[in-house]
């Protein structure tokens, strides 16, 4: 069965600090998908990211970067100097081909204090 | 592309009461989810649609709930005989088969059975 721990329940940080949140995935599969959200305090969860696993190289987009690392089965999300628009909640996500649930972890709370 | 809606974005009601629910994905998009999220968790997968056809369902999905999309366009979620245990974020999620086939979520229904 596959699932995704994001350890970190809340994390709290002054802006233009950076923060790396955390995700740790268990799958049987050689191919799957990991995917990050973010859920502001409108409740609708954005999409940010799609990785496929064959896709091992960093990404950045902005301020936003993730590194994936397959030997650890670790897909962690770093925000440069974060912005008080940066508060919400961080899911991470893991599907599996054959199946089109996502399997989300708990969560990380991210506060950004002015 | 207007996004994912839901309709309506609260319901109260009582034990016992059914509601229903109602998603429209995103334009031309032929797979349909929804999910449901407590609070402080992430995201639960119930049920997928592909067109109109029901191709999964979670063990999450009790024969109180049922779920439809009959012209393969919108979708409705029925909870009969609500229990406490409902209450709940319900979100749905649509994506294109053709193109990353990554889900996008719309901004949820919030139910609160008294």
């Known amino acids: 069965a596959q699932k995704v721990t994001q350890a970190q329940t809340e994390i709290s940080v002054v802006e233009k600090e950076d923060v790396t949140l955390d995700c740790v995935y268990e799958t049987r599969d050689t191919t799957y998908y990991l995917f990050w959200y973010k859920q502001p305090p409108s409740g609708e969860l954005v999409f940010l990211i799609r990785r496929n696993s064959f896709d091992e190289q960093n990404e950045i987009s902005g301020r936003y970067s993730w590194n994936f690392q397959k030997s650890t089965s670790s897909f962690n999300f770093t925000i440069t100097a974060s912005q008080v628009v940066d508060s919400a909640v961080y899911f991470c996500?893991?599907?599996?081909?054959?199946?089109?649930?996502?399997?989300f972890g708990s969560g990380t709370r991210l506060q950004v204090q002015p | 592309d207007t996004g994912v809606s839901q309709d309506p974005r609260h319901k109260i009601t009582k034990r016992g009461q059914n509601v229903t629910f109602r998603c429209d994905p995103i334009?031309?998009?032929?797979?349909l989810y929804w999910y449901r999220q407590t609070l402080g968790q992430g995201p639960e997968f119930l049920t997928y649609f592909q067109n109109e056809a029901q191709l999964e369902k979670s063990r999450l999905l009790s024969d109180r709930f049922s779920a439809e999309r009959p012209k393969g366009s919108f979708s409705t979620l029925e909870i009969q005989r609500t229990e406490q245990g409902d209450s709940a974020m319900y979100l749905c999620?649509?994506?294109?088969?053709?193109?990353?086939?990554?889900?996008?979520f719309g901004p949820g229904t919030r139910l609160t059975v008294l």
């Open positions: 334009s031309e998009h032929n797979r």
């Open positions: 999620a649509s994506s294109d088969q053709d193109s990353t086939d990554t889900q996008y």
């Open positions: 996500a893991l599907s599996e081909p054959g199946r089109r649930a996502l399997t």
